[in-house]
């Protein structure tokens, strides 16, 4: 049976569908089968990213309408062949998700993947909790900024609440995948230290992903950024938070940003 | 105080943390709760009720939090009687 993560933030734009990518593809590198479902119905992106956008011809919503079969929806990886993908609906909403639907369609994919990777969309509404409902594990993406921190503590509330895991009393395993994470600003005191979101949030840390404009380069390209560039630094900390998804232990460093001859001469402190 | 202080920037980030942890130790106690605000709003527009009739536009319930205490403000506005009939009479 494979596991199924779901990808959640609350707050947009962190990073969900980004970090969904490059999470999936690194985790089918390593030859596992990784399937990747977009939950965005009506803001469909993930088939953007993976650069799979001229290919989609069903998608997640006529699966548990019965109009296609789920291996006819799935999309399989130029790149990487145990990488798949399930892709949102671009013109209907929300609503047309149902949940029956989507738990039939999230346990057909587990009894053939090792890994589901569930992207998502933004807010804490309907479409975020079918997200959620049926993972076993989280990966919170949280900017080291206030709104976004608060936004995953909520996140957080809901999957300690609304999930199938949680109704039936089990555990959800969580994690927190810092992103676009500036380490010159942190050790000026500017942003949120790492240290801080994490006591903060109480929950264990998955990776701390700098902010690279090689990732931009990757979602213009259509690639994740762990297949196209996996030797730059926002592509390891992928990989490496990865391995730690799949149980590794592996220490996290902290990126650290040495001082400034100006910073060291006017005495500014890291906070 | 030198005069490099000048040119020390304050920090903001342990700014934010301070707000962040009051903010959410409080959202996280009141979640899953019903909304004080709206609750009090609701009954104490029934109670008014019982007496004079009121619009519901006519009841503001605020509350702010503090750090040590909150205030809760209701702002109640009565229409006086006589003025019904002159407004009808203009």
């Known amino acids: 049976m494979g596991k199924v993560v779901v990808v959640t933030s609350g707050k947009g734009g962190v990073g969900k569908t980004t970090s969904t990518a490059a999470l999936g593809a690194a985790v089918a590198k390593t030859g596992k089968k990784v399937a990747l479902v977009d939950f965005d119905v009506g803001l469909r992106n993930l088939d953007l990213i993976m650069g799979a956008e001229r290919r989609v011809v069903f998608d997640l919503v006529n699966v548990i309408q019965g109009q296609a079969k789920l291996s006819q929806a799935l999309i399989r990886d130029k790149r990487v062949d145990t990488l798949f993908l399930l892709p949102a609906s671009q013109t209907r909403d929300k609503d047309a998700l149902t949940e029956d639907g989507v738990g039939e369609v999230i346990d057909k994919l587990r009894s053939v993947f090792d890994y589901v990777f569930c992207d998502s969309p933004a807010g804490i509404e309907r479409g975020a909790q079918l997200a959620m409902r049926f993972a076993d594990e989280a990966v919170i993406v949280t900017n080291p900024e206030v709104s976004s921190v608060r936004d995953s503590d909520r996140i957080i509330g809901l999957l300690d609440a609304r999930t199938m895991r949680a109704e039936q009393g089990e555990q959800i395993a969580k994690h927190v995948l810092v992103t676009r994470y500036d380490a010159a600003r942190a050790a000026r005191g500017e942003m949120l230290s790492i240290d801080d979101v994490l006591e903060i949030l109480s929950v264990p840390l998955l990776g701390i992903i700098p902010e690279s404009q090689d990732v931009l380069r990757a979602s213009n390209l259509g690639s994740p950024v762990t297949l196209s560039e996996p030797l730059n630094n926002a592509a390891k900390a992928y990989l490496e938070a990865a391995r730690r998804l799949e149980g590794e232990d592996l220490p996290v460093v902290v990126p650290f940003e040495r001082k400034g001859f100006l910073d060291r001469l006017l005495g500014r402190r890291a906070a | ?90």
């Open chain 2, 1 to 90: 105080m030198s005069i490099l202080d000048l040119f020390k920037r304050r920090t903001s980030a342990p700014v934010a943390r301070e707000r962040l942890q009051v903010l959410l130790a409080y959202e996280r106690r009141s979640r899953g709760q019903p909304d004080l605000v709206s609750i009090l709003r609701e009954e104490i527009m029934a109670v008014i009720a019982k007496h004079v009739q009121i619009d519901q536009d006519y009841l503001q319930v605020s509350m702010d939090r503090g750090e040590t205490m909150s205030t809760l403000e209701i702002d109640i506005q009565i229409p006086n009687k006589s003025a019904v009939p002159l407004a009808m009479a203009g």
